[in-house]
Nanobody
Framework: QVQLVESGGGLVQAGGSLRLSCVASGRTSTTNRMSWFRQAPGKEREFVAA????????YSTASVKDRITISRDNAKNTVYLQMNNLKPEDTAVYYC????????????WGPGTQVTVSS
């Protein structure tokens, strides 16, 4: 099993920045990509960004691509999401997820961290 715990969320004004962190523990040697998703009130969970195991390849959704940076520190089993120029529509619970080597499904999820952007 793998456990994920997010942190770094909070209340920020529009135009501000936040850096989210997600620490993985347990059988992390079996994990591959790490990702961030978010879910706004009344909406479905949506993909935000992902990063390969090596950290070389990253992917992000178009709506945030120019404002976010995903990175990871494998020595710390941690993935980060740097978010800049935040907008009220970025308000959501942000979840970290990881898949297992050989299985592309997002198998493990953290409990989430709330990000609220005020206008």
């Amino acid at each position: 099993q793998v456990q994920l715990v997010e942190s770094g969320g909070g209340l920020v004004q529009a135009g501000g920045s936040l850096r989210l962190s997600c620490v993985a523990s347990g059988r992390t040697s079996t994990t591959n990509r790490m990702s961030w998703f978010r879910q706004a009130p009344g909406k479905e969970r949506e993909f935000v960004a992902a990063i390969s195991r090596s950290g070389v390849s990253t992917y992000s959704t178009a709506s945030v691509k120019d404002r976010i940076t995903i990175s990871r520190d494998n020595a710390k089993n941690t993935v980060y999401l740097q978010m800049n120029n935040l907008k009220p529509e970025d308000t959501a619970v942000y979840y970290c997820a990881t898949d297992r080597i050989g299985d592309s499904r997002w198998s493990y999820w953290g409990p989430g961290t709330q990000v609220t952007v005020s206008s």
